[in-house]
């Protein structure tokens, strides 16, 4: 039959658990050698310019790497790996992915099944090379590299892990396309975030003119343009917020607040930090170190949701691609299908209880 | 080989080894995780949308009753850059689908893995340097 592979799936379940460590949350990837290497390359590496003299970051970016972005407790303590670790990681690397192009003979029965199930169609979404391994156990910088959330927060983080273990909660949500989280809704990738799109999300396309600089991000047809002309923040909250951006040295810095507090993640856990809240204060450096890498830091400081700032250095990688069109509506049949699928949990769910109460009398 | 619909209604210990890569929308309230089904079935359509794309294929059941369902797969864009195109799954090709049912019991299921049924693999040859404009070929640069 079609798996033949499957007796050696055993050892599979190894690799996952190491791979587990590796994979990452939307897509995300890889910081190549975060500062260490970064420092080496700028000796060696001048940025380009453009016609009129600012550093020339326009490419199509994205972000392919192994690193997750929360550290894992294996690592705690820990920020970087040992050289064992790294080629640990990169054998582990290269295994998932001749799995994952093995197809189906790669992959355990539908009865072992680990398939991660909030991952829909990650079979489709292999990028087709295996994830860049750095040495950083995680994105997050700093001793703890976790996302410093409130307690508020952390409940919320749980309940959405939840759904994702395929747990879907009651009373139900999804009872109108309302309350779908903002990505359902083909809203916007939000701001936060959206330059660690990966295979399923597009990559983002960085454009420049005198004064400006533009983030194209293809999966909702998202753009940011940001004055880097001086000007100082309006006082418009939106749900991209409002960015500022100015040139130091070689690094671009963009801050961005005013947003609108209407981004809305009720069961995508593993994205919950982008809310855009209005406490929210968002800070990116955008630094090319080399010819296909751009080192990009965020820092996010929202005393409504963190409990300090926490910053996270990715490594973006250039890609020789075009944006492509993304009419994220134009086949969105997950509006009609989950609310069906709800109703559907409701009139069980209905039953259960009927039967419930009919057993008790 | 048989044509046959396996309905596997089966426990399945999940060990959610990863944080979702992508998801644009929420499995639990669309697909069924206690309903993974496979189904061979020939394809009679497939829609190359945003933001998923759906393969209809006519699956033949034991009994000769031939019923539709429709597979969701990755979304376009994704599957272009790994060099698929519109031949890559013509109509009229045989294909083996594993994946989860509905939750409201229609006959529409999450595509976990596709594979022709002939034992071709659906991303043959496309992966590693070199893919279809995948960024990774340095001659390209």
């Known amino acids: 039959m079609i798996r033949r592979c499957l007796a050696s799936l055993g050892a599979l379940a190894a690799v996952m ?12 990837q890889a910081p190549t050698a975060a500062a260490t290497t970064q420092s080496a390359a700028a000796k060696t590496w001048t940025s380009p310019r453009t016609p009129w003299g600012d550093p020339d970051l326009q490419a199509v970016w994205t972000y392919e790497g192994a690193t997750p972005l929360q550290r894992p407790k294996e690592f705690a303590g820990r920020e970087f790996l040992t050289d064992a670790e790294v080629t640990q990681r990169t054998q582990a690397e290269n295994e998932k992915l001749a799995k994952n192009l093995a197809g189906a003979d790669g992959r355990p029965p539908l009865k072992e099944s680990t398939l991660e199930r909030g991952a829909l169609n990650s079979f489709w979404l292999e990028s087709g090379s295996a994830k860049k391994v750095s040495r950083r156990t995680s994105l997050i910088v700093g001793p703890d590299g976790r996302i410093p959330y409130t307690s508020g927060m952390l409940k919320r983080a749980a309940a959405q892990e939840e759904v994702h273990a395929g747990r879907y909660p009651t009373p139900f949500f999804h009872q109108t396309w309302l309350e779908f989280d903002t990505e359902e809704r083909c809203l916007t990738h939000g701001v936060p975030g959206a330059m660690l799109a990966g295979a399923g999300e597009g990559p983002n396309q960085i454009l420049q003119s005198p004064g400006y600089v533009v983030i194209l991000q293809e999966s909702f047809v998202d753009r940011r343009t940001i004055p880097t002309d001086g000007r100082p923040h309006g006082n418009i909250r939106s749900w991209r917020g409002d960015s500022v951006g100015r040139w130091e040295g070689d ?22 930090w982008r809310m855009a809240t209005q406490t929210l204060r ?14 990009y830091q965020f820092t996010l400081e929202d005393p409504a949701r963190f409990t ?23 086949g969105n049949y997950a509006s009609i299908n989950t609310l069906s699928g709800v109703r559907n949990l409701e009139k069980a769910a209905a039953e259960a209880a009927k039967k419930e109460k009919e057993r008790s009398r | 080989m048989k044509t046959k619909v396996a309905a596997l209604v089966v426990g399945v210990g999940m060990l959610l080894a990863a944080a979702p890569l992508w998801a644009h929308h929420a499995f639990a309230a669309e697909f069924d995780s206690n309903k993974p089904v496979m189904l061979r079935g020939t394809i009679t359509k497939v829609e190359w949308i945003n933001p998923h794309s759906w393969v209809h294929i006519n699956v033949k059941e034991p009994d000769g009753k031939v019923t539709s ?22 109509v009229g090709a ?6 989860y049912q509905a939750i409201d019991g229609a006959k529409r299921a999450n595509g976990r893995d596709i594979t022709f049924a002939d034992g071709r693999k659906l991303f043959l040859g496309s992966s590693g340097p070199g893919a279809p404009d995948d960024g990774k070929d340095p001659s390209k640069k």
């Open chain 1, 17 to 28: 658990a190491v791979v587990s460590l590796a994979s990452v949350h939307a897509g995300g």
């Open chain 1, 251 to 272: 690094t671009l810095v963009v801050e961005t607040i005013n947003f609108a507090d209407k981004s809305h993640y009720r069961w995508a856990g593993g994205i919950l």
């Open chain 1, 282 to 295: 968002f800070v990116e450096r955008f630094t090319r170190v080399d010819a296909d890498t751009l080192d």
């Open chain 1, 308 to 330: 300090r700032p926490w910053t996270a250095v990715v490594p973006l990688t250039k890609l020789s691609v075009a944006l492509l069109e993304s009419g994220c509506h134009e």
């Open chain 2, 69 to 90: 369902w429709m597979v969701e797969g990755g979304p376009p864009n994704a599957l272009f850059r790994r060099g698929f195109t519109k031949e890559a799954m013509p």
């Open chain 2, 94 to 99: 045989e294909i083996v689908v594993e994946g």
